[in-house]
């Protein structure tokens, strides 16, 4: 989307930080000098906005959901065995975004525990400074399977390269993904005309296509 909306706008430049949506929430109340924040927890912004650091309305943009995602070459059957996949002998570390400040930790870890296995697998987990980094331990070997976001796991380079499994909705807090745009900004038209493009109706198409689930559904 980026690059659709820069070559539709040649005079600007889109330039992105990705990261754990606490550690955002965290630099934006220092003074880090960002426009936007999109967030994978839209309380996030809420709290951004209670405390006046927003320009305009918090805004939803897209709903999240997790899969348990392994490598093709692994053995286990995830699509067979669900959410018992995580159990098998070959399953030694299990990747998790740290829930301490990244949304789809905190559901992944809720899921473990609705479904009864996180006593029996939570020795195991290894945690990722974000999403993106966790991707990056169950792709490199470093963890036997993940549980990601479901926009990572359909997205070409990871799609290509494994498996996945759905975890089901009611296992885990509903992920509404929210944004802000920021008081501080020094480019409000421009983030205005950005976030208008996302939410707007190719904006959502894209978001569908990549795995993400658009507000109220």
């Known amino acids: 989307m980026i690059r659709q909306y820069e070559q539709e706008h040649p005079a600007t430049k889109v ?6 949506s606490g550690n955002f929430f965290a630099q934006i109340q220092s003074g880090a000098p960002f426009d936007l924040f999109f967030s994978a927890d839209v309380a996030y912004p809420r709290k951004l906005a209670a405390t006046g650091l927003g320009a305009d309305e918090v805004f939803l943009y897209a709903t999240g959901r997790i899969v348990i995602w392994v490598t ?4 286990v059957a995830v699509d067979k065995l669900g959410i018992k996949a995580l159990l098998e002998p070959s399953v030694r570390k299990i990747a998790v975004a740290n829930p301490e400040h ?6 992944a870890v809720a899921a473990l525990k609705a479904l009864n296995i996180y006593d029996q697998v939570a020795s195991r987990l290894v945690f990722g400074e974000n999403i993106a980094q966790t991707a990056q331990f169950v792709q490199s070997g470093a963890a036997d399977a993940g549980i990601l ?13 494994g498996r996945f499994w759905q975890v ?11 944004g802000i745009i920021l008081k501080s900004s020094k480019h409000l038209e ?18 569908k296509d990549y795995g993400f689930y658009l507000p109220g559904n």
């Not at 330039?15 to 754990?20: E, F, H, R």
């Open 15 to 20: 330039n992105v930080t990705y990261g754990s």
């Open 72 to 75: 093709k070459n692994s053995p």
């Open 102 to 107: 990244a949304p789809y930790g905190r559901a």
């Open 149 to 161: 976001a479901l926009s990572l796991a359909v997205a070409p380079q990871m799609r290509e390269a």
């Open 168 to 178: 089901p909705l009611d296992a885990y807090p509903r992920i509404e993904q929210g």
């Open 190 to 207: 421009t983030a205005l005309a950005f976030r208008e493009f996302i939410l707007g109706d190719h904006g959502r198409q894209v978001l």
